[in-house]
């Protein structure tokens, strides 16, 4: 199976931050690699596909950055609604596989 | 706006079957070329894929439940299913469907499902 490996697993952030996290594959995805913001009792929501392509009605403070196995999402300044917990997930071959995700807290 | 709702029992007994459905409105299941997802959350824990069916009726399944899963399509009702065996405590977890393409841009809202007996 094709193991994804988050960066940093919690991060503790404020308002009006810019964050990182930084999704490697261990072998090359060939942008096949999506974004997804999860709150609790929700399910994940998708932020963004093909490892750069901003999902309709996601706000441009998101983006995606990428290529072969190394991917980032970059939030460019927290609202206090992007608290919450984050997934790459590679859909470049089956089993598709997820990251373990990313706490972003205040 | 295409919406996903799981249905399905919320206990089952160790050892039994695990059946969900997954009811899709706001677009037909067969108008793809579209890719039915199941994916598990554990309390607590990450996301994991349990595998997925394409509208061809295709399927892929993750290696390590692939011996007691079954996904399939009925689109007579535009719905999509999941069978899960022989289940035991750690099958415990939220089961979301989601689709439709190779990024999963559409999700129910998950059920929970417990085994216990």
């Known amino acids: 199976d094709l193991q994804m490996t988050q960066s940093p697993s919690s991060l503790s952030a404020s308002v009006g931050d810019g964050v990182t996290i930084t999704c490697r594959a261990s072998q090359t995805l060939s942008s096949y690699l999506n974004w997804y913001q999860q709150k609790p009792g929700k399910p994940p929501k998708l932020l963004i596909y093909g490892a750069s392509s901003l999902q309709e009605g996601v706000p441009s403070r998101f983006s995606g950055f990428g290529s072969g196995a190394v991917y980032t999402l970059t939030i460019s300044s927290l609202l206090p609604e992007d608290f919450a917990t984050y997934y790459c997930q590679q859909s470049f071959s089956t089993p598709w596989t997820f990251g373990q995700g990313t706490r972003v807290d205040i | 706006q295409v919406q996903l709702q799981e249905s399905g029992p919320g206990l089952v007994k160790p050892s039994q079957t695990l059946s969900l459905t997954c009811s899709v409105s706001?677009?037909?299941?067969?108008?793809?070329?579209?890719?039915w997802s199941w994916i598990r959350q554990p309390a607590g824990k990450g996301l994991e894929w349990i595998g997925r069916?394409?509208?061809?009726?295709?399927?892929a399944y993750n290696p390590s439940l692939a011996s007691r899963v079954v996904i399939s399509l009925d689109t007579s009702k535009n719905e999509f299913s999941l069978t899960l065996t022989s289940v035991t405590a750690a099958d415990t977890a939220i089961y979301y469907c989601?689709?439709?393409?190779?990024?999963?841009?559409?999700w129910g809202r998950g059920t929970l499902v417990s085994v216990s007996s």
């Open positions: 706001g677009d037909s299941i067969s108008g793809g070329p579209y890719y």
């Open positions: 989601a689709g439709r393409n190779w990024f999963l841009d559409d």
């Open positions: 069916i394409h509208t061809t009726g295709t399927t």
